[in-house]
């Protein structure tokens, strides 16, 4: 019913930059929230950030100042902007959504996930 399809991601220097952009499809009424998860080897998942319908955003304290999550409603999007990245941001990175349905209900969703390598 909904699909969640992540682009960006690959191979960077330590310090350089990428953009993630995750767009939702499908029979969504509205979008609560929407953010990026991130899974390292071995590690848990953990949140990266989230941006709500409303605009509010929450980072990861070792993301805050370096990472910048944006929303696009018309187009059931979120973005995420990586700047400074370091060796240890290198993980999985999963696109989230918190949404209804047409056909009612509320929902998590989840993307395929897309790897963020950082290179020392």
């Known amino acids: 019913q909904v699909q969640l399809v992540e682009s960006g991601g690959g191979l960077v220097q330590s310090g350089g930059s990428l953009s993630l952009s995750c767009a939702a499809s499908?029979?969504?009424?509205?979008?609560?929230?929407m953010g990026w998860y991130r899974q390292a080897p071995g590690e848990q998942r953990e949140l990266v950030a989230a941006?709500?319908?409303?605009?509010?955003?929450n980072y990861a304290a070792s993301v805050k100042g370096r990472f910048s999550i944006s929303s696009d409603s018309a187009k059931n999007a979120v973005h995420l902007q990586m700047n400074s990245l370091k060796p240890e941001d290198t993980a999985v990175y999963y696109c989230?959504?918190?949404?209804?349905?047409?056909?009612?209900?509320?929902?998590?969703?989840w993307g395929q996930g897309t790897q963020v390598t950082v290179s020392s």
């Open positions: 499908g029979s969504i009424s509205s979008i609560n929230e």
């Open positions: 989230t959504a918190d949404l209804f349905l047409v056909a009612g209900g509320r929902y998590d969703y």
């Open positions: 941006i709500t319908s409303g605009g509010s955003t």
